[in-house]
């Protein structure tokens, strides 16, 4: 069974159950990490199993307070029933989720170089080629979805950081939060991560 790249767009089959895997530290979850999981969360056959790696080390934002962040989007603003959060151990945590799933989807933002160099790409799937064979032994077809960041990276957690740490008003921090993010939900985002030891 072949594993394929799509980029931007992914077909969907109607009569097939979709399970989409999207692993990362999220230090801290933005907009444009909230964009990835509401583009195909809407679609029956689609779940989305997002894999919170600890994220101390990054930004200084932690775990914790990430994780605070996820859930306040799931709640307020996503179908909860349509959304694993589980906190990541190993890539292989998807195998726990994966009973009745047709395709399982790894799904990540373009990391700038990914359109540029396949050649790359092509070698971080090699890595994955243990836990792809595991999965398509179950008779399941796995597929990579790989998604431009908006507005060029405007919207990453770097530049959040950046821009909590410059002083910007919340008014203006509201930018990298969902737009459809009630303003107390985003106050609160805003004032925690203000309080955290960012760098």
């Known amino acids: 069974m072949k594993t394929n790249f799509y ?3 992914y077909n969907f089959e109607e009569d097939k159950k979709y399970l989409i895997f999207f692993r990362g530290c999220f230090a801290c979850p933005t907009a444009g ?10 679609l029956p056959n689609v779940t989305y199993y997002i894999s919170q790696i600890g994220s101390e080390s990054r930004h200084g934002v932690t775990y914790e307070l990430n994780r605070k962040i996820w859930k306040i989007y799931i709640q307020k603003l996503l179908d909860p029933s349509k959304i694993i ?4 151990y190993g890539m292989e945590d998807v195998l726990d989720e994966i009973e009745g799933i047709d395709v399982v989807i790894f799904l990540r933002g373009n990391e700038e170089e990914v359109l540029t160099n396949r050649e790359k790409e092509i070698d971080r ?10 999965i398509q032994k179950k008779g399941i077809q796995t597929d990579f979805l790989i998604v431009d960041r ?3 990276n405007t919207l990453s957690a770097s530049k959040f ?9 919340s008014r203006r921090l509201k930018f990298f939060l969902p737009p459809k993010l009630e303003d107390r939900d ?6 925690k991560l203000r309080e955290q030891n960012l760098k």
Not at 34 to 42: G, H, K, N, R
């Open 7 to 9: 980029y931007n767009h």
């Open 33 to 42: 990490h909230f964009s990835l999981v509401d583009m195909y969360v809407d």
């Open 85 to 88: 959060l589980k906190k990541a």
């Open 125 to 134: 799937l090699r890595k994955y080629k243990s836990l792809l064979k595991t």
């Open 150 to 152: 908006p507005e060029k």
């Open 161 to 169: 950081v950046e821009a909590i740490l410059r002083g910007d008003s």
């Open 186 to 191: 985003a106050k609160y985002i805003i004032r």
